[in-house]
């Protein structure tokens, strides 16, 4: 595995505001993770409500555990804290974005064979609003990942254009339509590849997966980043105990108390629906989906 990105990666990268790297995690660690995620999955049995832990599937039932995410998983699984400190996660990163970042947050979405739920189009950057774009987000495919998979899916180059509209009747929805935003469904590429490749994307392009309808399973770990000196705009979803714990968020690399201003577009993600804080749930509140649900 290399440990720096390739200049053409790196170029790539600016352009289009992603990545597909394989072989990036070794099967020793994907064997652990998929140790972990049986563990949560018999968590799961039994509950009748999603948690602070585990984000059920609508179609959920005791008895037909259905489980759509799984929430900050470093923080309640030491190998996806772990595999977040190495540089099979980390060496990227600090390529892109310089050599001191902070961790914004981290999920693990299940995309169960069958009825994994979808994710409609929306930009990072609209529900959490920072000082300058060097945000991204890293996603490692725990399984092979094609196209009936429901991939995570990526308008090229949509990073450097405007921060859309993610409102519905002036509140917080989380999404946007592509096609009422001049942006033609035909542009979209989907990011496939083998179980421990690492997908990586900008946090301003447009994404959004569609149902998994597959008899495979396509889950996918999510690290979510940003430089050091990025730092968030009030009025946004970020939430933080103060300074000491936002510098307990370091993943390497020196803290700072300057924020670096870029000049960039910026909406600010308020006023929230009165939901529990999921995409899955803010999401409901549009009229309009791209994608397909399940029943």
Same mark, same amino acid.
């Given at each position: ?19 597909v790297?394989e072989n990036?995690?070794?099967?020793a660690?994907?064997?652990?993770i998929?140790?972990?995620i049986?563990?949560?999955?018999? /968590? ?19 008895e ?8 900050l ?9 772990d595999?977040m ?5 980390? &060496? ?11 961790? !914004? ?8 064979a069958?009825?994994?739920? +979808?994710? /409609?189009?929306?930009?990072d ?20 990942? +094609? ?5 995570l899916?990526v308008?090229?180059?949509?990073h450097?254009g ?5 409102? $519905?009747d ?9 096609? /009422?935003?001049?942006?033609a ?9 083998? &179980?421990?490749?690492?997908?990586? !994307? !900008?946090?301003?392009? $447009? ?12 889950r996918?770990?999510?690290? /979510?980043?940003? &430089? ?15 300074i ?15 924020p ?5 577009? $910026? ?10 804080i ?9 009229r309009k989906?791209s994608?397909d649900?399940?029943?």
């Open positions: 595995m290399p440990e720096t990105l390739t200049p053409d990666q790196i170029a790539l990268y600016r352009e289009q505001g992603y990545l790297l990036q995690i070794p099967d660690w994907l064997t652990r998929h140790r972990e049986a563990r949560f999955e018999d /968590e799961a049995r039994g509950m009748t409500a999603s948690n602070d832990r585990l984000d059920l599937e609508d179609s959920h039932t005791p037909a555990p259905r489980l759509r995410r799984i929430k998983p470093h923080q309640i699984s030491d190998v996806m804290r595999l400190y190495s540089d099979h996660i980390l &060496a990227p990163a600090r390529d892109l974005i310089g050599p001191n970042l902070r961790l !914004h947050t981290t999920k693990l979405n299940m995309k169960s069958g009825y994994g739920a +979808a994710v /409609e189009w929306h930009q950057y609209a529900f959490y609003p920072h000082t300058n774009d060097d945000i991204l987000a890293i996603g490692v495919l725990i399984d092979d990942m +094609a196209a009936e998979n429901g991939p899916m308008y090229p180059g949509s450097t405007p921060v859309y509209d993610h409102h $519905v002036g509140v917080f929805a989380g999404a946007m339509i592509p096609e /009422e935003n001049g942006l469904p035909q542009d979209a590429v989907q990011l496939t590849g083998p &179980a421990g490749a690492i997908s990586i !994307h !900008h946090g301003r392009i $447009v994404h959004g997966s569609a149902l998994n309808t597959s008899d495979r399973a396509r996918i770990l999510f690290y /979510e980043m940003m &430089a050091a000196d990025a730092f968030p705009i009030m009025g946004s979803m970020t939430k933080w105990d103060g000491e714990d936002y510098n307990s968020r370091m993943l390497c690399g020196e803290p700072t108390l300057n670096r201003l870029k000049d960039i577009p $910026v909406r600010i993600p308020q006023p929230q629906p009165d939901v529990p999921s995409i899955y749930e803010i999401q409901k509140g549009l989906r994608f649900t399940i029943d």
